[in-house]
Antibody, heavy 116, light 107 residues
């Protein structure tokens, strides 16, 4: 059974860099695509970006200048960095596995709050 | 980006009711549509992919239909654990996008 466990800082100040990591167990990062998705409090889901087993990335156009997704296959982990955060980046952040055209496994989610 | 519009946004129903949720795409997406259930404080859970294929372990009271621009999620007999928010998602073309959600509450 595939399991995604994520961690990272939950409280940031404006202009800081958000940093989250997702560890995959029960499966290999050498297959499928690995995504980050966020959800502002009380709102819907927004795809942020993804990385494939070769390390190629795709990012949401409006976030591209601030996002970096990376892969560490030796640790079976992938990570998200989002720079220059503002209050608008306050959300629950999820890591997820993309199988073809849907997301079949998700991390537990981490609420990241940006406040001064 | 492809925009997905769900209706209704909110649905009040009773245990045992048959309920349907619609998802309309701003352009044709073949059958590259998935449905998720999200309970409060939890991650979304995949119910259906390919518009109509039930994810393993999902009860058969859930079903999906449609192609092109209009899709439907149906719950044949609502159970207490089905009160949640439901989202559609497409990946006919990048980026993946989600509908705004339909919250199903107890009448």
């Amino acid at each position: 059974q595939v399991h995604l466990q994520q961690w990272g800082a939950g409280l940031l100040k404006p202009s800081e860099t958000l940093s989250l990591t997702c560890t995959v167990s029960g499966g290999s990062l050498r297959e499928f695509y690995w995504s980050w998705i966020r959800q502002p409090p009380g709102k819907g889901l927004e795809w942020i970006g993804e990385i494939n087993p070769n390390g190629s990335v795709n990012y949401k156009r409006t976030l591209r200048s601030r996002v970096t997704i990376s892969l560490d296959t030796s640790k079976n982990q992938f990570s998200l960095k989002l720079s220059s955060v503002t209050a608008a980046d306050t959300s629950t952040y999820y890591c997820a596995r993309r199988a073809v055209d849907y997301f079949d496994y998700w991390g537990q989610g981490i609420l990241v709050t940006v406040a001064s | 980006d492809i925009h997905l519009t769900q209706s209704p946004s909110f649905l009040s129903a009773s245990v045992g009711d048959r309920v349907s949720i619609t998802c309309r795409a701003s352009q044709g997406i073949n059958t590259y549509l998935a449905w998720y259930q999200q309970r409060p404080g939890k991650a979304p859970n995949l119910l259906i992919f390919g518009a109509s294929t039930l994810q393993r372990g999902v009860p058969s009271r859930f079903s999906g239909s449609g192609s092109g621009t209009e899709f439907t999620l149906t719950i044949s007999s609502l159970q207490p654990e089905d009160f949640a928010t439901y989202y559609c998602q497409q990946l006919n073309s990048f980026p993946p996008t989600f509908g705004g959600g339909t919250k199903v509450e107890i009448k």
